[in-house]
């Protein structure tokens, strides 16, 4: 069974920072791996989807890696803003259907 | 992207009620339809996929019989939380896909169900 970790659980950084939030999975056998994004009571925003084939993909400040042999993937934020505060979820496809295991999810706050 | 719209965003109802959850696909047609439970502060939960037309099939632990999923058409699907219990109360999620087309699952904006 696949299990999903995300470290830390919780981050509080200032403005303008560069951090790295953390994605670990026990099977490799992946489609493809997910970051998204969820404000506190709302649904979800897909930020980055790197297929299994891929090392990485970049949007804007965001950019996420994936090592499928170490069973891990980063998703490092350039030059943080408040209104990236949010809770940061991974999913991984398991290439059944497009249905998703999510991570324990990493709570952002990046204050003034 | 795809559009996916859940309906309700907010439902409060009364326990031993039940509550019907709306999941469309606006813009595509949509092979599959997952629902996701998700509890304060913890990360979502598959509870049953569903494929257009066939019965849906429910992950473990997650009873069949309480959460009624409807599948009947290609952009559309509903969950019906029967005989609800204040520990229903919960966010849920839907999301579709269609294999072949896409690679990935869209969301719906979620249903913050409140059993009182």
């Known amino acids: 069974k696949q299990e999903v970790t995300q470290i830390p659980a919780a981050l509080s950084v200032p403005e303008g920072e560069n951090l790295v939030l953390n994605c670990s999975f026990t099977d490799s056998a992946i489609y493809n791996l997910q970051w998204f994004r969820q404000d506190p009571g709302k649904g979800l925003t897909s930020l980055l989807l790197i297929q299994s084939s891929q090392r990485e993909q970049t949007s804007g400040r965001l950019n996420a890696s994936l090592d499928k042999s170490s069973g891990r993937s980063t998703l490092y934020i350039a030059a943080s803003q408040p209104g990236d505060s949010a809770t940061y979820l991974c999913a991984l496809d398991t290439g059944t259907a497009s249905k998703l295991t999510f991570g324990t999810g990493t709570r952002l706050q990046v204050t003034l | 992207g795809a559009v996916v719209s859940q309906h309700p965003s907010r439902v409060i109802c009364k326990s031993g009620t039940s509550v019907k959850i709306e999941c469309r696909s606006l813009d595509f047609q949509a092979t599959t339809m997952f629902w996701y439970r998700q509890f304060p502060k913890q990360s979502l939960m598959l509870m049953a996929t569903s494929n257009e037309g066939s019965k849906a099939t429910y992950e473990q632990g997650v009873e069949k019989d309480k959460f009624l999923i409807n599948h009947a058409s290609l952009t559309l699907s509903t969950l019906t939380v029967t005989s609800a219990h204040p520990e229903d109360s919960s966010f849920y999620i839907c999301?579709?896909?269609?294999?072949?087309?896409?690679?990935?699952?869209?969301f719906g904006q979620g249903t913050r169900l409140t059993v009182v």
């Open positions: 999301s579709a896909t269609a294999r072949g087309r896409f690679t990935e699952a869209f």
